[in-house]
């Protein structure tokens, strides 16, 4: 038995349920890669995957996501947009803004963005540690562009060796939460995130997510395949794209093979 209860969580939803067709399973390989295969077998917008287990969790760049089923939340929505909506490289930031949302409309405190996918925690020494990470994959057929967009988070802190620090809500001020609460908090703020951007584009949300990025007009370094590039974060721009003041001016770097460090 799954330690989501669906019926549960449409209860939490209220007059959103319908909006969402939810499976809870007890263990996938990824709640992404599971969706990825309903989607492709028809599954309906709005359909969640959400697993206690992930036996290969994934993260960008066949990095993996590593969970375990008392500390962490992972799941995956489908979406589907019928136009294609200017600039869809800024989803995963939307997605990003909307979880940072339902958290604090929770009551979590210390929530940051850091572009494009990651949902941070300020912690005691002045650092952030990561507390969700954000894996939104696209694919497209006749009846327009779909997304299917995972979301990992940690409820407590991961026991896994990581390279980078991590944290859990317990250390956000939310300890002993409710899972089916925080699921339906994230869903609500989504479903309002995603109709926005479908309309208007991540320009919409651009502000909600700048505000709560963590290197907004700081140094930073760009780290992808060739040398760093180092510049000043002037943040995001109306596509999602990475604004960087350099030495030969603003450069605009896109997601995908680039990672974002303090300098
Ligand atoms: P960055 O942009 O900082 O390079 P990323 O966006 O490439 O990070 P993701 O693909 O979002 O990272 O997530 C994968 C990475 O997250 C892994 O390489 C691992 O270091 C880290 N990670 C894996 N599981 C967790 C977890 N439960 N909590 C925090 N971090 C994790």
Known sequence: MPLLDPILLKTRLGELAGRFDIDALAVCDSTNSELLRRAEAGA????????????????????????????????????????????????????????????????????????????????ADGDYAKLAGVLVELTSDRRGCQAVIGIGLNLGQPVDELAQPAAGLDRAGLAAVDRHAVLAAILRELAMALDRFAEAGFAALRADWQSRHVWQERPVQVLGEGEPLAGVCLGADADGALLLQTAAGVQRIHSGEVSLRPA
Not at 70 to 96: C, K, M, N, Q, Y
Request: no cysteine; proline share 5%; net charge positive.
């Open 44 to 123: 309906p917008a709005g359909s969640v995957v959400v697993a206690d287990r992930q036996t290969a969790g994934r993260g960008r760049r066949g990095r993996s996501w590593l969970s375990s089923p008392e500390r962490s939340l992972t799941f995956s929505l489908l979406w589907r947009f019928a136009v294609l909506p200017a600039g869809l490289g800024g989803l995963s930031l939307a997605v990003g803004a909307a979880l940072a949302r339902a958290l604090e409309a929770l009551g979590a405190r210390g929530i940051g963005l850091k572009w494009p996918n990651d949902v941070l925690l300020a912690t």
